[in-house]
């Protein structure tokens, strides 16, 4: 729904996630919703050099199909694509009226992220994963956080009640996401509802996995409380600054100016495969360590109580038996190093160790958890990887 001059039509505060009203939305997060800058810094930004390559010979197969990059692209609603091996552009591509310098928002790949400074804070003995999140937050006592750790929160497996296919749109509505008119049915704004939402039916650290997206806002007010700054703030000081960004980046807030971590961190492509790259080099950038070594390495052990309490849950896939959620990431091969950020309507990030590759995509899904358009665009990217490699 954009005109030959790249305006929207159509596109408003309350149908901007939905589709095809998306594809110009998500690139427009600041216009539609209210957002706060993460600063790039002053520092020089990192330099990717092209080593590009025709990439027409590439093809996949995938549930009976055989696929061209080009048709995976086309299929999976790609607003922009960029593949880097060894520190290099492979491939750089925009569709849609994307351009280089737009930023796009990131969905739930905003918690890979979220994680990262939770390592870095960590590694400064400001945290450790197994605090319990009311040593931070001592306002939580009595709630459902009672006994829940920094990593419980980490590997999505809190005891909070949650309905993964109705509440990760309520939470659309309750952060304010978009404008509604269901604030008498729901809580008044994000902290409302860490704060009065209800036990579920196991125990922290117990039972399948269970994503939820409400958990790491409980993650970012940590952060934030133990940081001693603002998310955004912190974020930047911490993570944004020393990437070698090109670009700021934004965060939404929700009406009471909570910063929503989970899911509302707005980056241009190339800065966020810029994130990937450092995640690929064991968390160095110029000048040092972003991120001690280990803390990246943390999702390449291969956890038998993770693998089986995925393979217990309804994002288990039969064809990734020993995968599973770890530190904010799907892991597909812990100990090959092959891991993914994903996010609603096709956000991702891959970072694949043995082919030095990270790929970055962004998508603008026209229903939110597609799971025919995920499986299609993970297929390609891992295929892609193995023929890079």
């Given amino acids: 729904m954009i005109d030959a001059e790249g305006n929207a039509l159509g596109v408003t505060t309350a149908n901007w996630l939905d589709g095809p009203y998306n594809r110009w939305g998500f690139r427009h997060v600041a216009q539609l919703s209210r957002t706060v800058p993460i600063a790039r810094g002053d520092a020089p930004a990192r330099e990717l050099p092209r080593a590009e390559r025709d990439l027409s010979d590439f093809v996949f197969g995938h549930r009976g199909r055989t696929f061209t990059l080009a048709q995976m692209l086309e299929e999976t609603y790609t607003d922009g694509f960029l593949v880097i091996q060894d520190g290099a552009?492979?491939?750089?591509?925009?569709?849609?009226?994307?351009?280089?310098?737009?930023?796009?928002?990131?969905?739930?790949?905003?918690?890979?992220?979220?994680?990262?400074?939770?390592?870095?804070?960590?590694?400064?003995?400001?945290?450790?994963?197994?605090?319990?999140?009311?040593?931070?937050?001592?306002?939580?006592?009595?709630?459902?956080?009672?006994g829940c750790t920094l990593q419980?929160?980490?590997?999505?497996?809190?005891?909070?009640?949650?309905?993964?296919?109705?509440?990760?749109f309520?939470?659309?509505?309750?952060?304010?996401?978009?404008?509604h008119d269901l604030h008498g049915t729901i809580p008044r704004d994000t902290e409302t509802w860490i704060r009065t939402i209800g036990r579920g039916p196991y125990a922290h650290g117990e039972g399948p996995f269970r994503y939820c997206s409400l958990a790491t806002d409980v993650l970012g007010w940590v952060l934030a409380r133990v940081g001693g700054a603002p998310f955004a703030e912190l974020f930047s000081?911490?993570?944004?600054?020393?990437?070698?960004?090109?670009?700021?980046?934004?965060?939404m807030l929700d009406n009471s100016g909570f910063p929503l971590v989970e899911g509302c961190i707005c980056t241009t492509l190339r800065d966020l495969a810029r994130f990937g790259l450092m995640c690929l080099e064991d968390g160095a950038v110029e000048g040092g360590q972003l991120v001690p070594a280990e803390w990246i390495a943390r999702v390449r052990v291969h956890d038998a109580e993770l693998i089986e309490a995925f393979s217990a849950s309804s994002s288990a896939d039969p064809d990734q038996p020993g995968a599973f959620y770890h530190d904010k990431w799907w892991i597909h091969d812990g100990p090959a190093g092959v891991y993914s950020a994903l996010g609603m309507n096709g956000q991702s990030i891959v970072v694949h160790r043995p082919a030095r590759v990270v790929?970055?995509?962004?998508?603008?899904?026209?229903?939110?958890?597609?799971?025919?358009?995920f499986e299609l665009q993970n297929a390609g990217a891992l295929a892609l990887c193995d023929f890079l490699a």
């Fill in 89 to 146: 552009i492979v491939t750089e591509r925009y569709f849609d009226g994307m351009v280089e310098t737009d930023t796009h928002l990131l969905m739930s790949c905003s918690k890979s992220l979220t994680s990262i400074l939770c390592g870095v804070l960590a590694s400064r003995g400001l945290l450790a994963p197994d605090d319990l999140v009311t040593k931070h937050l001592p306002e939580l006592a009595g709630t459902t956080w009672d």
């Fill in 152 to 168: 419980h929160i980490l590997d999505m497996r809190t005891g909070n009640a949650w309905d993964y296919d109705v509440d990760e």
């Fill in 170 to 179: 309520t939470i659309l509505d309750v952060s304010d996401y978009r404008t």
């Fill in 237 to 251: 000081r911490e993570v944004w600054s020393r990437i070698g960004a090109e670009q700021d980046a934004e965060i």
């Fill in 359 to 373: 790929i970055a995509k962004f998508s603008t899904f026209p229903n939110a958890l597609d799971d025919s358009f």
